[in-house]
């Protein structure tokens, strides 16, 4: 396994591979990175990871300089996972000084993550082109976990004909229902006891929705209600969304629906979703 700090070194040992898989992460890796490395390996000859903290996708007030960080316990799973590339700039390394080019999706700052996170998208839209043009990958795999996310990254390889495949990879779970993320490390005991509530609200709302409800307040009264039984937890948004356009809708119709939430715990803040099939899907 090969690690990389430059774009100048990666871009010479990435010479050596034709098709290349890639999972972009910032790092301290859980089990839900090592789907996405395992999926990558399984469907392309060669891997490459990066690990990068993107300051512009966190907002003045926000976690960026106490993200958890561990980059020695991440190259040793890395390795053990059969990674072949792994690039690790540093911030003067991609934004050097005089950076000045974004990449924006107006629509995407309007709801959900977007609209609580003012600047989120461009950071992310703007870090992952960068990332995709010196990586140069075949694919690149993505967690379900961040489904704004994957709807901004498919638009902008849309929109600027970016040649590469996106792969969603479903979200990876505590057996108690909590989707893994980095940021569980922050929930104190208690809160970590009371997490679970995202998946339990997810899930009564998916099994009203199997059942045949099709009223999109309902699932968000749902939602609420299951929330509201979990006195630490604080919603932030609770969202029944076409699942392309991330609109709220009234009833769903053939496309199905993304059903997300945020939800506060004191200061730390979980996101999580589940996505409806719809009968046209
Ligand atoms: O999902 C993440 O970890 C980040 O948003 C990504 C895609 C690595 C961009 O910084």
Redesign the pocket.
Known sequence: MKVLHTVAEFRQARAAFDVLGFV???GYLHQGHLALVEQARRECPAVAVSI?V?PT?FGPNEDYARYPRDTDRDLTLLEAAGVDLVFIPSVEEMYPPGFGTYVIQPAADEVLEGAARPGHFRG?AT??CKLFNIVQPTKSYFGQK?AQ?TVVVRQMVRDLNLPVEIVIVSTVREPDGLALSSRNVYLNAEQRAAAPVLYRALRTAAERYAAGERDAETLRAVMRSVLTGEPLARPDYISVAHPLTLRELDRIGADGALLSLAVRFDQVRLIDNWLLEGEGT
Request: hydrophobic content about 45%; glycine content about 0%.
């Open positions: 972009p992460t910032m990068f993107n996708q992310v870090v992952v961040d996310q």
